[in-house]
Nanobody, 125 residues
Framework: QLQLVESGGGLVQPGGSLRLSCTVT????????IGWFRQVPGKEREGVAC????????WYHDSVKGRFTISRDTAKNTVYLQMNSLKPDDTAVYYCAADSGSGYVCYDGSGFESWGQGTQVTVSS
């Protein structure tokens, strides 16, 4: 059964760090593009970071470049999002997703067909 489960969210002060985990069952993370996305109520979902299948090419939204890092652990079949220097604007529900294998667009999540339930990240003093 295909399942993606996010964890690691929480409340953090501005400038702090969190590491989100996306533990996957039912498919191999190395064989699929995996992405992290976020959504705030009333706003469109946006792509935060993606890692491609195979060679692990990464893409980041401009707003998180230099602060966030996406990585994967094939032994644990888990994809991580290390988030440093967090800002209040990073507050959102964060979701991970796996692509369908037919191509994807990380910016808006097109081509991602399997989604986790989300984890809340709140950056506030």
């Amino acid at each position: 059964q295909l399942q993606l489960v996010e964890s690691g969210g929480g409340l953090v002060q501005p400038g702090g760090s969190l590491r989100l985990s996306c533990t996957v069952t039912g498919l191999t993370v190395e064989a699929h593009g995996i992405g992290w996305f976020r959504q705030v109520p009333g706003k469109e979902r946006e792509g935060v970071a993606c890692i491609s299948s195979g060679d692990g090419f990464t893409w980041y939204h401009d707003s998180v470049k230099g602060r966030f890092t996406i990585s994967r652990d094939t032994a644990k079949n888990t994809v991580y999002l290390q988030m440093n220097s967090l800002k209040p604007d990073d507050t959102a529900v964060y979701y991970c997703a796996a692509d369908s294998g037919s191509g994807y667009v990380c910016y808006d999540g097109s081509g991602f067909e399997s989604w986790g339930q989300g984890t809340q990240v709140t950056v506030s003093s």
